[in-house]
C-alpha cells in the first residue's frame, strides 16, 4: 500500500463518518421542521364504510346561513401543518383539537397535548382556549393563557399545525 | 377556495411516517464504515485479514438486520435513529478493539511471547448476547407501564446488585475498585445492570409521591423542603447507592448516580431548589472525599498537574494526551497510531484510542452521535404520554448522556478522571449489554408514544363529534 493510497483511505474513512452524521440530521431535520407543503395527508375515516349506510341522513350542521347570522365565522381552514387543506365547517359545537382519540382534529405532532386547545362559540363570536396544553396555544404572535377571541383570518398555532377562521 | 359539499362525517387523523428504511439504510451505512475501517487496519498494519474478518462482518451485519427486522415487526413506529446510532457506535467500537488487539499481536510477536487472546472476539459475543436482550425487551416489554409495577422490586434489587461485589467469595477487585462479580469462570459488573433498574424505581417512586414533593413542604433553614417521609426512600436510595460506592472506590459510578437522582428530581418536580440542593451537596461530597479518600486526591492532582506524575500515577492520563497530540486534527489514520500505549486503551481510554487514530473530526462526529442518540431519548421523554414514560425515558437518556461526559470528559482532562466505560464503544460485555437494553426501552416506549391512537368504531358518536369535513382544492 503506497502513502497516498493509506492517506486516502484515512480520509474516505472520515468522509464516511461525518456522512453517517449528515444523513442523521438530515434525516432529523424533518421531524423538528413544520413543513411547509401539504403532505397528502391520509384520511382514515373513524368510522367504517358500514357507519355511512346505517345513518344515511346527512349531518345537521351545515345548516350554516342560520349559524353564521348568529357567530362570526363559518369554517375552520388548515393552513399549515400535516393537516393541511382541510376545512371543518362550523355549526353550534365546539371544535377540539389535541392528540386525544376523541377530538375534532387529531393531530399526530409531538408538540400537540392530547387535549390542546378548544374552539367554542359564545355570544356571536368564536372563542379560542387553551386547554393546558405543554407547548401553548398562539394567537397570531402571543400565547393565550385565557380564552381570547377568534376573529376571521387570524391565524392560530397549535404545533405544527396553523388553523385560520373563515368569515 | 371551493369548498365540496359536507357530507360525511368523521375525524382527521395523520399517522407519523414509520421511517424503517431510513433506519435500514443507516444501518447500512454503519456496516459499510465498520468494513472500510476494518480493511485499512489490515492493511495499514499488514495483517491479514482472512476469511475470519468476513464472518465477522457477516455475524455483525446479520445481528443489525435481525434487530431491525424485529423491530419493523413488533414495534413499527418506534424512533428510527436509536439502533442505528446505537449500532454504528457498537461498530466503531468493535473495529477500535480489533485494531488494538493487532498491536497488542504484533508487540507480542516482536518480543517473542505468546500473543494474547484477541478482545475482539469475545466483544463481538457480547454484542450477540446484547442483541439477543434487546429483543428480549422488545418481544417481552409491550407496554412500558408494565415496570411501575415493578418499582419497589426493581429498587431492592438495584440496591443488592450495588452490594454483590462487596461479599466476600463472589465479589472481586480489579484496578483498585470493587466493581466485579466471579460466578464461576464468568464476570460481569453490576453496577451497570443496577443503573437500569434504579432509574426505574427512581422513575416509578417519583410518578407516586412528585405532587407531595413538590407542594407539601416544611421549612428548614429558609429553603421549602419536602416532608421527610416523603424524601425518605430518596434518601435512603441515594445514600445505600453512594455508600457502597465509596466502599468499592468507584468514584465515576458514584457521580452518575448522583447526577441522575438530582436531574429526575428536578424533571419530576420542576423546582430548581433540587439542583440548588444538589449542587450543595455534591461540592461538600466533592471536597469531603478530597480530604477523606487518598485515591481521590490523586485523582485531582493528575488532573490539575498530569506532566509532574507522568510516570506513575498520571502515566495513563498523559499517554492519552500524547495520543490526542499525535493524531491531530485528521488522525493518524486506523493502524498508523500507537493507541496500544496508552495502559486500557480499549476500555476507559478508548475515546484517546480513537481521538488518535480519527483525530479531533472523527472525535467530534462519535461526539454528535452520542448527542443524537441522547436527543432521540429526550425527544421520546416529550412524546411519551404517560408521566411513569417520561421520567423513565428521561431517566435512562441522561444517565447515557452523564456518562458520555464523565468519561469523554475524563480522558479528555475536562474533569478528573474517574473510571467509567464509553457507552457502546467500550470493550465489556456488562456495559454494552446493559445500553443495548437502554435502547430498547427507549424505542419500546417511542413507538407506544408515535403509534396512532386506536379509534374505536363501535359507537362514533360517543367518542367522535359530528363535524362535516372537506378537502379545500
Known amino acids: 500500500m503506497s502513502e497516498l493510497t493509506l492517506t486516502l483511505l484515512r480520509l474516505a474513512f472520515l468522509v464516511g463518518l461525518w456522512l453517517f452524521v449528515l444523513f442523521t440530521v438530515l434525516a432529523l431535520r424533518r421531524d423538528l421542521r413544520a413543513p411547509r407543503e401539504a403532505r397528502p395527508a391520509r384520511l382514515d375515516l373513524s368510522g367504517p364504510e358500514p357507519e355511512r349506510v346505517r345513518q344515511p341522513k346527512p349531518v345537521k350542521a351545515p345548516k350554516q346561513p342560520k349559524k353564521s347570522k348568529n357567530t362570526v365565522g363559518t369554517a375552520l381552514l388548515v393552513e399549515e401543518g400535516p393537516l393541511a387543506g382541510t376545512v371543518i365547517l362550523l355549526g353550534t359545537e365546539q371544535v377540539t383539537i389535541g392528540r386525544a382519540p376523541d377530538s375534532t382534529l387529531i393531530a399526530d405532532d409531538d408538540y400537540v397535548s392530547s387535549r390542546h386547545a378548544r374552539i367554542y362559540p359564545s355570544e356571536g363570536v368564536w372563542m379560542v382556549e387553551d386547554l393546558g396544553s405543554t407547548n401553548g396555544t398562539w394567537l397570531d404572535r402571543s400565547r393565550i393563557t385565557s380564552p381570547a377571541v377568534l376573529n376571521p383570518g387570524v391565524p392560530v398555532r397549535i404545533g405544527r399545525t396553523v388553523v385560520k377562521l373563515q368569515a | ?175 483498585g475498585a470493587t466493581l466485579w462479580v ?47 417521609r416523603d424524601l425518605g426512600p430518596i434518601l435512603v436510595a441515594w445514600a445505600v447507592s453512594l455508600g457502597v460506592l465509596v466502599f468499592q472506590k468507584d468514584l465515576g459510578t458514584s ?132 408521566p411513569f414514560g417520561q421520567l423513565l425515558a428521561a431517566g435512562l437518556s441522561i444517565t447515557m448522556a452523564l456518562q458520555v461526559f464523565v468519561i469523554i470528559g475524563g480522558v479528555t482532562r475536562l474533569i478528573p478522571l474517574t473510571g467509567l466505560t464509553t457507552p457502546f464503544l467500550s470493550y465489556g460485555g456488562s456495559s454494552l449489554v446493559a445500553n443495548w437494553i437502554i435502547v430498547g426501552l427507549l424505542m419500546v416506549m417511542s413507538h407506544r408514544a408515535r403509534q396512532p391512537v386506536a379509534v374505536q368504531h363501535s359507537d362514533p358518536d360517543a367518542l367522535t363529534q359530528v363535524v362535516p369535513i372537506t378537502r379545500a382544492k
Open chain 2, 1 to 175: 377556495m371551493t369548498m365540496a359539499e359536507p357530507g360525511f362525517r368523521q375525524t382527521v387523523r395523520l399517522t407519523q411516517p414509520t421511517r424503517r428504511l431510513l433506519e435500514l439504510f443507516l444501518i447500512a451505512c454503519g456496516w459499510g464504515l465498520g468494513v472500510l475501517g476494518t480493511l485499512q487496519v489490515g492493511w495499514t498494519t499488514g495483517e491479514p485479514l482472512g476469511q475470519r474478518f468476513w464472518i465477522t462482518a457477516a455475524v455483525v451485519g446479520g445481528l443489525a438486520v435481525v434487530a431491525h427486522l424485529v423491530v419493523r415487526w413488533r414495534i413499527p413506529y418506534a424512533d428510527p435513529f436509536l439502533l442505528p446510532v446505537a449500532t454504528t457506535l457498537t461498530i466503531i467500537g468493535l473495529v477500535m478493539i480489533y485494531r488494538l488487539d493487532v498491536a497488542a499481536a504484533q508487540s507480542a510477536e516482536r518480543r517473542n511471547e505468546t500473543p494474547s487472546t484477541p478482545d475482539v472476539y469475545a466483544q463481538l459475543t457480547w454484542y450477540a448476547v446484547a442483541t439477543v436482550l434487546f429483543l428480549a425487551v422488545v418481544f417481552l416489554i409491550r407496554d412500558h407501564r408494565r415496570l411501575q409495577r415493578y418499582t419497589y422490586t426493581c429498587g431492592l434489587f438495584g440496591i443488592l446488585l450495588l452490594i454483590l461485589p462487596l461479599l466476600p467469595v463472589i465479589g472481586s477487585t480489579v484496578n
Open chain 2, 182 to 228: 466471579h460466578v464461576g469462570s464468568f464476570t460481569f459488573q453490576p453496577g451497570e445492570a443496577a443503573k437500569i433498574l434504579l432509574t426505574i424505581f427512581f422513575a416509578g417512586y417519583l410518578v407516586m409521591t412528585r405532587d407531595s414533593l413538590a407542594v407539601v413542604r416544611t421549612k428548614f433553614l429558609g429553603v421549602g423542603l419536602p416532608r421527610a
Open chain 2, 255 to 386: 457521580l452518575l448516580f448522583f447526577g441522575l437522582f438530582v436531574a429526575m428530581l428536578f424533571i419530576a418536580t420542576q423546582r430548581r431548589v433540587w439542583l440548588g440542593l444538589g449542587a450543595v451537596l455534591f461540592a461538600v461530597g466533592a471536597v469531603g472525599s478530597y480530604f477523606a479518600f487518598s485515591h481521590v486526591r490523586v485523582r485531582v492532582q493528575i488532573w490539575i498537574d498530569p506532566f509532574a506524575y507522568a510516570q506513575d500515577a498520571g502515566y495513563q492520563i498523559v499517554q492519552g494526551l500524547y495520543g490526542f497530540a499525535n493524531g491531530g486534527l485528521f488522525g493518524t489514520g486506523l493502524g498508523n497510531g500507537y493507541p496500544q500505549l496508552v495502559p486500557f486503551a480499549n476500555t476507559d481510554f478508548i475515546v484517546a484510542a480513537l481521538g488518535e487514530e480519527l483525530g479531533l473530526t472523527g472525535l467530534f462526529a462519535i461526539i454528535l452521535l452520542y448527542g443524537v442518540l441522547i436527543e432521540r431519548g429526550l425527544r421520546t421523554a416529550v412524546a411519551v404520554r404517560d
